[in-house]
């Protein structure tokens, strides 16, 4: 056989894949080839040693920013009042100001060129020029891609529908989503795109009016249901938790997002009673593990907590007894304690993304501050401290968020707590499953 013909199937994942054909000669020397797809290298035995496609697009070309790219107009209020006042911004004001514009590039284009940071540092520096006294175009170009390459590194823990690039969390190989029903249709029973915006107006009408008319709400809820997981499930018309409670105010209060949940299971979870009835199983677990450091602090702190308040600490006692060893402990991660010289809009200017409760405890006259915060906002204030856990449970099946990384464990056995999930078989999960057997249920 003086030729030898090997076909090389390149499969490649953008549109245009190809197979190729090489054609070699019994000594190895190159007869037939495209150059422009396929790199060969010869070899004395005429087989082909490495074969590499130089037909790749760079991921910047494949995200590239619109050419009609508009820079953010909201930020966090501390950032809003320095912009109007038009002077320099500082620590915390440049940390929400930079959170907003990674978040803003990160939803037009995860990748940026060069030119392209360069161009949106211009813009900047443009619309805001007394910005300059605090960076150079150079600086900020710097800063943008610092700050973009966090947001992608980190957007596996925040992916709505199946837009977000995932990340790996600890102890698992991906991020962990929560198990939703997918919709097929964009539409539910007697529902159509003109029909859908007359019930969304009609929503936003009776959720500005007080007092709110509860059934009425509730009614157009379940009309714009099966539109509303669409978009979610799909990345449509919203894909942030911000996006999606401005269409859809209910979502906003405590009872609208746990009435979803219900919606979602199609049942009645009755989350609150069955929350209230592991914390003291909680508790005595906690008692049991004492030599853990953590855990021995938080216990302490419950002294003088009244019994809502001790249903809220309960979380961190639980997410100490399942914290991840190959993560940092941190129940930050869950819930936010605020400090009584922090205020709101202190908070905020944080930009914390995942689901996380914030707690203050009660001072003097004034009642505990509880709330839900998600996308760099409290996005749900609670007032009844019992609902504060099943609120942020419910918030990563309502808003179709993947669980926060090192918490894995803690959201299966929330799942187990609330839904009777069972748990996967995943050696992993041992001290998940160590803990429900404890728990028992």
């Avoid at 994942?13 to 037939?32: A, F, P, R, V, W």
Wanted: proline fraction near 5%.
């Amino acid at each position: 056989v003086k030729n030898v013909i090997i076909r090389l199937i390149i499969h490649q994942e953008q549109e245009g894949s190809s197979c190729q054909e090489i054609t070699l000669s019994s000594d190895g020397t190159h007869m037939e080839e495209d150059a422009s797809t396929m790199l060969v290298q010869e070899t004395p035995q005429g087989t082909i040693k490495a074969a590499k496609s130089v037909n790749v697009k760079k991921r910047s070309e494949q995200f590239p920013l619109p050419g009609n790219y508009k820079l953010p107009n909201k930020f966090p209020p501390n950032v809003m009042a320095a912009l109007e006042e038009k002077r320099t911004l500082n620590i915390r004001e440049r940390r929400g100001f930079l959170h907003e514009m990674g978040g803003s590039l990160y939803r037009n284009s995860s990748y940026l060129t060069s030119e392209e940071f360069e161009r949106v540092a211009g813009m900047i520096l443009t619309e805001w020029s007394f910005l300059s006294d605090q960076w150079t175009i150079k600086q900020l170009k710097m800063t943008l891609m610092e700050r973009l390459k966090y947001r992608r590194h980190t957007s596996g823990q925040h992916t709505y529908g199946t837009k977000g690039r995932e990340k790996k969390s600890c102890g698992t190989k991906k991020p962990i989503r929560p198990v939703v029903p997918t919709v097929s249709t964009p539409f539910g029973q007697g529902e159509d795109e003109s029909t859908h915006r007359d019930n969304i107006r009609y929503l936003k009408q009776l959720c500005s009016r007080s007092p709110l008319n509860v059934e009425s709400i509730e009614s157009l809820m379940k009309r714009t249901f099966t539109k509303r997981r669409y978009d979610i499930t799909t990345s449509g018309s919203v894909d942030t938790a911000s996006s999606i409670v401005e269409v859809y105010p209910p979502l906003k209060m405590p009872y609208g997002l746990l009435e979803e949940l219900d919606r979602i299971k199609e049942a009645k979870v009755d989350s609150v009673k069955k929350w209230k009835g592991v914390v003291p199983k909680i508790i005595a677990i906690a008692k049991s593990e004492a030599h853990n450091t953590h855990l021995a602090n938080h216990l302490g702190k419950l002294q003088g907590l009244s019994e809502a308040e001790t249903n809220i600490y309960a979380i961190i006692l639980l997410y100490y007894l399942l914290s991840d060893t190959r993560c940092i402990a941190d129940h930050s991660k869950v819930i936010y304690l605020m400090s009584t010289t922090e205020t709101i809009e202190s908070v905020e200017a944080r930009g914390i993304v995942q689901p996380t409760l914030l707690f203050c405890h009660r001072q003097g006259r004034q009642s505990a501050t509880c709330g839900l915060l998600l996308d760099g906002r409290v996005l749900c204030p609670v007032k009844v401290l019992e609902e504060a856990v099943p609120l942020f449970i419910a918030s990563f099946f309502v808003f179709n968020i993947c669980y926060t990384e090192g918490c894995i464990n803690l959201s299966h056995v929330l799942e187990k707590i609330f839904f009777n999930t069972p748990l996967p078989q995943n050696r992993v999960l041992v001290k998940a499953a160590s803990i429900v057997q404890q728990l028992k249920i």
